[in-house]
């Protein structure tokens, strides 16, 4: 493990038990992943991405291999130094939008003077600013999304965990999202996971790219994904974008 390895995960396993029947939801899953990296998690449904996530985020326990989080210079605590982002906002309704995103910094007792002044920062980088004092109803699905991003992001997370966040979202605003997390995730410089059933959006996101495939699951590849950054929608018509969806279309066995 390296000074600039944040995550590194080495033959995870985990087995789901019921009355009924044992589910292998991951079989040895490695990934060394350093800080400031994008990885991108492709697979079909049910094979094991979402058991990643809560595994990094010590929500379960893995049942085999290895997990170091963190390194020399940077210690990290998993209660603290992780957002998440869900497939739906989540935002409590009852709430404006600012206190939604400080809701974090809340929980963990940061000093909320600061915080606010950061949420009303992270509000303007994920382009909400004006929106602070309004209620969830009053966003639209991405809007909402992208306030859901900026609480992720409140309590200065190192490690940034995203499970399929844009998957309910329309084909043009998932487009236009896409383009709005590469910016924000460059201008933040965390680690993020993100998972996708997306070939495209796992291309476009990406520094990197861990395929996973089902029955049993396990981890098909692990690749960096060097096309040029900043990522713009044009990169999606270009020969290299294509030959790597080709390549995960490949690894998941699609004619
Ligand atoms: N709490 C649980 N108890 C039993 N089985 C579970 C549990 N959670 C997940 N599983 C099973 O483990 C496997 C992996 O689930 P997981 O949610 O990690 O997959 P996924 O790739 O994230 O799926 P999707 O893309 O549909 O969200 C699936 O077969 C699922 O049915």
């Known amino acids: 493990m390296t000074t600039d390895t944040i995550i590194n995960l080495s033959g995870i396993k985990k087995i789901y038990r019921t009355k009924e029947k044992e589910t292998i939801a991951v079989s040895d899953v490695s990934m060394q992943i350093n800080t400031g990296d994008f990885i991108s998690l492709v697979g079909p449904s ?17 049942e085999g291999g290895s997990i170091e989080i963190g ?3 940077r210690q990290i605590d998993r ?6 982002v869900f497939q739906q906002a989540l935002l409590l309704k009852w709430r404006k939008i600012i206190d939604n995103v400080l809701l974090p910094a809340e929980i963990l007792g ?31 699905g ?11 992001l409140v309590h200065d997370p190192e490690i940034i965990l995203m499970d399929e966040p ?5 084909a043009l605003t998932r487009e236009k999202m896409n383009t709005e997390l590469h910016q924000i995730w460059r201008k933040s410089g965390k680690t993020v996971l993100f998972v996708t059933h997306s070939i ?53 066995g699609v004619e």
Do not use: W
Request: proline fraction near 6%.
């Open 46 to 62: 049910g094979c094991g991405k979402s058991t990643i996530l809560k595994i990094i985020a010590d929500l379960i326990p893995a």
């Open 71 to 73: 390194n020399a210079n």
């Open 79 to 84: 209660s603290r130094d992780i957002g998440m």
């Open 110 to 140: 940061l000093p909320m003077k600061e915080a606010r002044g950061r949420a009303k920062d992270l509000l303007e980088m994920v382009g909400l600013r004006g929106f602070e004092d309004v209620y969830p109803y009053e966003l639209s």
């Open 142 to 152: 991405g809007m909402q999304q992208r306030a859901a991003i900026a609480r992720s």
């Open 166 to 170: 844009f998957g309910a979202l329309d």
């Open 200 to 252: 495209q959006e796992a291309v476009f996101l990406g520094t990197h790219c861990a395929v996973l495939t089902a029955g049993p699951a396990r981890m098909a590849s692990y690749f960096p994904i060097e096309l040029a950054v900043p990522r713009q929608i044009a990169i999606k018509t270009e020969p290299e974008f294509g030959a790597y969806t080709r390549k995960i279309y490949d690894l998941l």
